[in-house]
């Protein structure tokens, strides 16, 4: 489960639609509490893909990740997580997203349609990597 | 020796909610063998199903990325820390079936690379039986592009080499012909070939050398207009152009679309070459924030080349090409390699990224591909000035037949002079002409001549400045126009 305010989906959803045709990507930042995330800021980072493979790529590159975590420890906050768009594509995570993906974390995932925000779900993988299980979002 | 591994937040569930381990190790891959021996459930995590670290797992140790240094029998001493952190990468589905290609480049993991046949197992074994190589490595090879740009001097070795290598898909870009006098070293052409287009002549040696490569022509110049369009299509670029214009517009497009500038440049008998990677280091700019002066340094065609140097820079582009394309440590990054054939000597400068680089530093002005002729100052040649006075070959012969008294000066080089001359002329070499400016004599009509123009312009202008008080006339495109339109006896070179 995802606890995260409706100001900062708004936010994700802003950036999703500023960055179409591209796929945007950020962190989430906040506290694990017991098996839930509760995201208290997101934090766009730019995508480090190459101009070609932007519109169905996104890469966060260590470094950023490192100084996204360095940010989140002033704080004594985590990084619980990350969202992406998916352009013209389902809110649904890719068998890319999973080939991917870290346990724990949460993914959120925005589809934007045409340039608009459309969907918006979050997802969390299941620990043996076979699959993403979609998570409840409560703001 | 006891070392310390952190473990990344989202992993601490399979270590016991641990955020240190110490183990026993004296190499980062032995510790994460320790580590996940220990620790079974994290090995999936940070493993792939060939035993090979997940490519979105980067391990470092202390502050350096084992990718950089000896991968996982990078050293480990008392002390250190090793830190794993992760890249987070997806996407949306549209390209799952690339995915394994795509997941990150030059350094891509394993999953979706293509297979290789049978045919392609025996011609490559050289490189399978290495394990820097092996089969994951040239699988890699297969799944790469290359576009090089010029198939010349330095194309012709890189060409060649890359093919008989296996890289999958190389674009060459040329507008050019073979000319006799590119036989001297471009060595991917051959002596049936001259009057072709080099990419012509370039294709059917590669698919000679290696039927297994695609190949792409680009029969055109490369532009400002087109040249995004191209690179976004491939995964590095090599430069073997032979002029600063587009040697700029090559440095500013592969920063623009973020591909590695492998780079060579080659003069009489001295090269360099470098890779130019924006994401990891300088830039071209950063090394030569402006061009020189028009005129200032000579191009092969008027100072010439030794034919055999362009084979060793072009070969050294095609091992470091190739070497980005496995994701070898050690890439010629923030080094420029100098050599000097006649002396035979190495030498290796260190290059710093200039933060204030107008196109790859903090703040960026150069957003979008400019002028790069107007850039490096071509439009200002002195040759294109209308006032300097001009004859052509065909009017200097009539005008020499019907007894006109007219002296003419060569200002070439000794060495050229010996090539041929023509009849009647006086030598004085550009860099005397003033020294020597009372040999000429000014009561006669004189006309100056030199290879194909352009010297021969500024000797003109420099005599003219000096004060010179006789008539001079320039000759245009110089022994080559006399050789083409009057005297074919007269060899061209």
């Known amino acids: 489960m995802i606890e995260i305010a409706d100001e900062h989906l ?27 995330k509760v995201v208290s800021e997101p934090y766009a980072i730019s995508n480090a893909r190459e101009e070609a493979a932007k519109r169905n790529r996104f890469l966060i590159r260590p470094e950023e990740l490192v100084r996204g975590e360095r940010y989140a420890r002033e704080k004594s906050l985590d990084v619980v997580g990350f969202y992406h768009s998916h352009p013209d594509d389902r809110a649904v995570p890719s068998k890319y997203d999973l080939d991917h993906a870290w346990p724990s974390y949460s993914y959120i995932v925005v589809a934007v349609e045409k340039g608009h925000a459309a969907d918006l779900r979050s997802w969390e993988m299941e620990s043996d990597r076979s699959r993403f299980n979609e998570e409840q979002i409560t703001t | 020796m006891p070392v310390t591994i952190t473990i990344p937040t989202p992993l601490r569930q399979f270590a016991d909610g641990q955020s240190e381990i110490q183990v026993n190790a004296s190499t980062a891959g032995e510790a994460l063998d320790k580590l996940t021996s220990t620790h079974s459930e994290l090995r999936r995590h940070l493993f792939n199903d060939q035993n090979a670290l997940r490519n979105f797992v980067n391990v470092y140790v202390n502050d350096e990325d084992i990718r950089h240094a000896d991968g996982p029998d990078t050293p480990v001493k008392e002390g250190d820390t090793i830190l794993i952190v992760p890249s987070i990468a997806g996407g949306a589905a549209v390209l799952d079936e690339i995915a394994g290609k795509d997941a990150g480049g030059p350094e891509a993991g394993i999953p979706a690379l293509p297979m290789l046949s049978n045919e392609e197992v025996a011609r490559y074994s050289r490189h399978l ?76 040696r590669i698919e000679d050398i290696n039927p297994h490569v695609e190949i792409e022509t680009h029969d055109t110049k490369l532009t400002s207009a087109n040249a995004l369009n191209l690179f976004v299509n491939y995964d590095v670029i090599v430069d073997g152009t032979d002029n ?42 950063c090394l030569y924030p402006e061009p020189p ?25 095609a091992n470091e090409t190739i070497k980005i394309i496995l994701g070898a440590p050690d890439i010629l990054v923030n080094r420029l390699l100098l050599f000097d054939a006649w002396r035979m000597r190495f030498r290796e400068l260190k290059l710093r990224k200039n933060p204030d680089c ?99 312009a500024k000797a003109i202008e420099a005599l003219q400045r000096a004060g010179f008080p006789g008539h001079l006339i320039n000759l245009k495109g110089g022994i080559t126009a006399w050789s083409n339109e009057v005297d074919p006896s007269v060899p061209k070179y």
């Open chain 1, 10 to 36: 708004r936010e994700i959803r802003a950036h999703g639609e500023r960055d179409y045709p591209f796929e945007c990507c950020g962190l989430l930042i906040g506290r694990f509490e017991n098996g839930r």
């Open chain 2, 129 to 204: 039986i290495m394990p820097e190589v092996g089969m994951t490595g040239q699988r890699k090879l297969k799944a790469a592009s290359v576009l090089m740009i010029g198939t010349g001097g330095l194309g012709a070795p890189l060409g060649m080499y890359l093919a008989a290598a296996g890289v999958g898909r190389l674009g060459l870009v040329d507008f050019d012909v073979v000319d006799a006098s590119n036989l001297q070293r471009q060595i991917i052409h051959g002596t049936k070939d001259v009057g072709r287009p080099k990419i012509a002549s370039a294709r059917d």
């Open chain 2, 244 to 285: 600063f214009p587009t040697r700029y517009l090559v440095n500013d497009a592969c920063v623009l679309t973020g591909k590695p500038n492998v780079y060579g440049s080659i003069f009489r008998f001295e090269g360099q070459a470098s890779v130019f990677w924006a994401e990891r280091g300088p830039c071209y700019r």
């Open chain 2, 293 to 317: 002066p028009p005129g200032l340094v000579p191009s092969c065609a008027e100072g010439g080349v030794l034919g055999v140097l362009p084979g060793i820079i072009g070969a050294i582009q």
């Open chain 2, 358 to 456: 107008p196109v790859c530093g903090v703040n960026p002005t150069i957003k979008e591909l400019i002028d790069y002729e107007e850039f490096c100052g071509i439009t200002q040649q002195p040759e294109t000035k209308p006032t300097m006075e001009e004859i052509t070959a065909t009017e200097l012969k009539q005008r020499l037949d019907q007894g006109d008294d007219i002296q003419i000066i060569d200002v070439r080089e000794p060495h050229e002079y010996e090539i041929g001359q023509i009849p009647n002329s006086k030598l004085i070499p550009l860099g005397q002409v003033l020294n020597r400016m009372n040999e000429i004599d000014s009561g006669r009509e004189t006309i100056v001549h030199c290879k194909m123009g352009g010297r021969s």
